[in-house]
């Protein structure tokens, strides 16, 4: 049973601080391939063991390349219908906040306020130095590879540690990509800036889009929504929810309805939805 786009859009029109959830999904209809599902293996890799600091330890020249690939494909990928329609949300309400999970950088390309884009999870744009001596951090969006040995990032061939990214700044740290891998904390700033938006005043409404709401802390932003009162509106290709479930969730009078779910490709939906 389709969820009701009528007492949605009721909902959304009632509610004056709005958060969005997002993740790999928004930008499937992109062309980037999820992190499960078909798109979670690159090169027979679990996309999931090569996003931790050990394995960049362990082996920085597949890691590296693992990222310089995602860099061009997420250059090549242009933003989806969603993309823009969050971004126009966020122009019409200064109460709305997006906390992207995703590093590829298509819903800033789509024009969303900064402001109002959190990237919990960093960039696949962003350097920072691992010497720890070293400060150095930047945004890099070069469209040509790092270094002329990640030209081809489906060489498999072994790169030498000199042959990968190094730091302008002390010349002798090698360059890591600016993400959050697994084990690492979210950045402060980040996180304080999520916090602060909660304790300006109840969250009405939360978009879940596009995220298997797996990976932690980013999930939590859900429920700490729900332990306000505050509905939920998911949009997703395979919501798992069973029908009893979403019988439940859906057939609750409006005025009751604390979660919708749009089951399908949040390029079509998420347009509609925000219109
Ligand atoms: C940390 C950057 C602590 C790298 C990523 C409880 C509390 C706190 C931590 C944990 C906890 N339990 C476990 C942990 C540890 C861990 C974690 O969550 N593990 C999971 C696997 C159990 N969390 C951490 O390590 C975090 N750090 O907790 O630090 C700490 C504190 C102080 C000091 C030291 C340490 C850091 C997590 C961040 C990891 N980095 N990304 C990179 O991208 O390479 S997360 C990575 O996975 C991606 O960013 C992505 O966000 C995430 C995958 O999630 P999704 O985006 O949801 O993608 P997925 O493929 O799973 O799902 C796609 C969905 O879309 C599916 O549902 C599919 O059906 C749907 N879909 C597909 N197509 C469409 C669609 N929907 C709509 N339309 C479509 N067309």
Not at 13 to 19: E, Q, T, V
Request: with cysteine; hydrophobic share 40%; glycine share 6%.
């Amino acid at each position: 049973m389709a969820a009701d786009l009528t007492s949605f859009h009721a909902c959304l029109r009632s509610s004056s601080r709005i958060l969005a959830l997002v993740g790999a999904g928004l930008s499937a209809s992109s062309g980037l391939p999820t992190f499960r599902g078909a798109g979670g293996l690159w090169r027979n890799h679990d996309a999931m063991d090569l996003a931790t600091p050990d394995a960049f330890a362990a082996d920085p020249s597949l890691v590296w390349q693992f990222y310089s690939a995602r860099r061009a494909a997420a250059l090549r990928a242009s933003p989806n219908r969603a993309h823009y329609a969050l971004a126009e949300l966020a122009r019409r309400n200064p109460n709305f906040l997006t906390l992207t999970q995703n590093v590829d950088g298509l819903s800033l390309r789509a024009n969303h306020p900064s402001s109002q884009l959190l990237h919990l999870h960093g960039s696949l744009f962003a350097l920072k130095c691992t010497s720890f001596y070293c400060d150095y951090s930047d945004n890099n969006n070069t469209t040509h590879p790092l270094t002329p040995a990640l030209a081809d990032p489906d060489s498999h061939s072994f790169i030498p540690a000199a042959d990968l990214p190094h730091c302008p700044k002390c010349h002798t740290g090698l360059l890591r990509p600016g993400v959050v891998w697994f084990g690492e904390p979210l950045p402060w700033s980040v996180v304080h800036t999520a916090d602060s938006f909660f304790e300006q005043g109840k969250v009405d409404l939360i978009l879940v889009i596009g995220t298997s709401g797996s990976v932690y802390p980013a999930a939590g932003y859900v429920d700490r929504v729900r332990a306000q009162n505050g509905k939920v509106a998911i949009f997703n290709i395979d919501v798992d929810a069973t029908d009893s479930d979403e019988e439940r969730l859906l057939d609750a009078p409006d005025s009751e309805r604390m979660q919708w779910i749009f089951k399908g490709d949040a390029a079509e939906w998420i347009p509609k939805a925000l219109e």
